[in-house]
């Protein structure tokens, strides 16, 4: 996938999200600083994006081989890996929003599958509290897990329909 479409394509989401999502939010009241970092939302998202579609399976190992090193000319402002990691919860909605816009058409044929998203060991169930109220003991054909399930749906071209 070259990133300069990949960019474009962000670009013209954000365009239209960004506004609407801040006029979207709540405000506590209190005054806060509103500095703007030194990657816009549209180039974290571009980086996220360029990774799921790579081949490599560390976010880390990504970062210091593919963008520190190949896509430095194009993030000029380009931040450390820590910086860029606490940067990535700002883009979870503004992300999830572009997904649901890269959505395929049903062609008639359609495939389902599932994968099982562990948040623990199986010892640790017990004494397990972060997602307590929505991960629950399931199976797939392999073994047993605690945690959720993630289904995806997909057109005979690969497109994502569900998920």
Known sequence: MDILSVFCDI???CL???PLWKRRL???GERQRDRSPRLCLLEVMTIIVMFHTSSYRNFKAYYAEQVMKHYAGAFPRLISYQRFVELMPRALVPSCGYLQTRKGECSGISFIDSTSLKVCHNRRIHSH???AS???RGKTSVDRFFGCKL???IN???ELLAF
């Open 151 to 153: 289904h995806l749906v």
């Open 156 to 158: 005979d071209c690969g």
């Open 11 to 13: 670009d013209d989401f």
């Open 129 to 131: 509290k972060v997602f």
């Open 134 to 136: 929505c991960a629950r």
């Open 26 to 28: 709540l405000s506590s």
């Open 16 to 18: 239209l999200f960004e």
